[in-house]
Nanobody, 123 residues
Framework: QVQLVESGGGLVQPGGSLRLSCVAS????????IAWFRQARGKGRAGAIY????????DYAGSVKGRFTISRDHAKNTVYLQMNSLKPEDTGVYYC????????????????WGQGTEVTVSS
């Protein structure tokens, strides 16, 4: 059974930092692209904000490039999303998802999803 479990969310002030974790089990971790998605309250799930590639190729960074970084620990089957200089518009539920190597920014391209971890950026 495939499981993705996110953690690390919470309340942070603008300008602060958080590190989210996504632990995967039940799949061959190295063969999957792992992406982070953000869903703001009352809105649909937008395109991936960051994708950790599975094949050693470049990771994809969307509009959060320069503030967020992604890293992948193959030994721990874990992908981290380091979020710095957080803004109120970063508030939302963050989901990690696993897709095949060709998966891109579209949520439908991902087969497995975690339950989400909530991030609130507010003073």
């Amino acid at each position: 059974q495939v499981q993705l479990v996110e953690s690390g969310g919470g309340l942070v002030q603008p300008g602060g930092s958080l590190r989210l974790s996504c632990v995967a089990s039940g799949l061959f971790f190295d063969a999957y692209a792992i992406a982070w998605f953000r869903q703001a309250r009352g809105k649909g799930r937008a395109g991936a904000i960051y994708i950790a590639s599975s094949d050693g190729g470049p990771d994809y960074a969307g509009s959060v490039k320069g503030r967020f970084t992604i890293s992948r620990d193959h030994a721990k089957n874990t992908v981290y999303l380091q979020m710095n200089s957080l803004k109120p518009e970063d508030t939302g539920v963050y989901y990690c998802a696993a897709g095949d190597m060709a998966a891109g920014r579209v949520p439908d391209e991902y087969s497995y999803w975690g339950q989400g971890t909530e991030v609130t950026v507010s003073s």
